[in-house]
Structures are given as structure tokens and as C-alpha cells.
């Protein structure tokens, strides 16, 4: 079955960065579209970044210029580098997969930058 496991979560300073990642498994990892959510403490789950198998991206624009998503279809895993973090971007960040019209999701890790 499809899995996704995110890693890297933690808790840093303003402006500080960190690394997140996801790895995959239960389906052709090369073949997929991978995307970042994240959601923080009373608000909606919100998409912030994406890569497509053919390596096009988008980015939100609350993370654009400071976050990139780089995939690595040898090790079937999605990153999310996070640099010149802010406050607001504590949340839960969460790996997802479009397979076959049905979304899937990791368990989420959580992200809290402290000012």
C-alpha cells in the first residue's frame, strides 16, 4: 500500500532553517506529482509547495523564495528546504500524493520556529 514518512520536524529560531523529508513507497515514486501541506492551529490545511514528474514546481506565494522542493527519484524521497524561517510558519507539514485520483498522506511533522 501506498506510505508516505515524513522526517526532519523540529524547533528553530527566526530566520534559522530546516529540512524536511519524505519517503515513499507502495507506488512508481517517478511516475508521481508530490506536493508539501502544512497546517497550523486553527486554520485550513494549506498546499505550499509541489514538484511534478517532470520536475515543474509551484510554490505559494507565503514561502516563495524561501522554500524549495527538491525530489530524488533514485531514493524515492520529496525534501522541503526551509530557510529564512518565520514565526508563522510553525504548523504541521504534511508529505502528500495524488495516486490514481485518491490522496494520500503522511502522518505529519511538526515545524515550530520560535521568535
Known amino acids: 500500500q501506498v506510505q508516505l514518512v515524513e522526517s526532519g520536524g523540529g524547533t528553530v529560531q527566526s530566520g534559522g532553517s530546516l529540512r524536511l523529508s519524505c519517503t515513499a513507497s507502495g507506488f512508481t515514486f517517478s511516475r508521481a506529482a508530490m506536493n508539501w501541506y502544512r497546517q497550523a492551529p486553527g486554520k485550513a490545511r494549506e498546499h505550499i509547495a509541489g514538484?511534478?514528474?517532470?520536475?515543474?514546481?509551484y510554490y505559494a506565494d507565503s514561502v516563495k523564495g524561501r522554500f524549495t522542493i527538491p525530489r530524488d527519484n533514485a531514493k524515492n524521497t520529496v525534501s522541503l528546504q526551509m530557510n529564512s524561517l518565520k514565526p508563522e510558519d510553525t504548523a504541521v507539514y504534511y508529505c502528500?500524493?495524488?495516486?490514481?485520483?485518491?490522496?494520500?498522506w503522511g502522518q505529519g511533522t511538526q515545524v515550530t520556529v520560535s521568535s
Open positions: 502528500q500524493a495524488l495516486i490514481a485520483a485518491v490522496h494520500h
Open positions: 514538484i511534478t514528474n517532470a520536475y515543474d514546481t
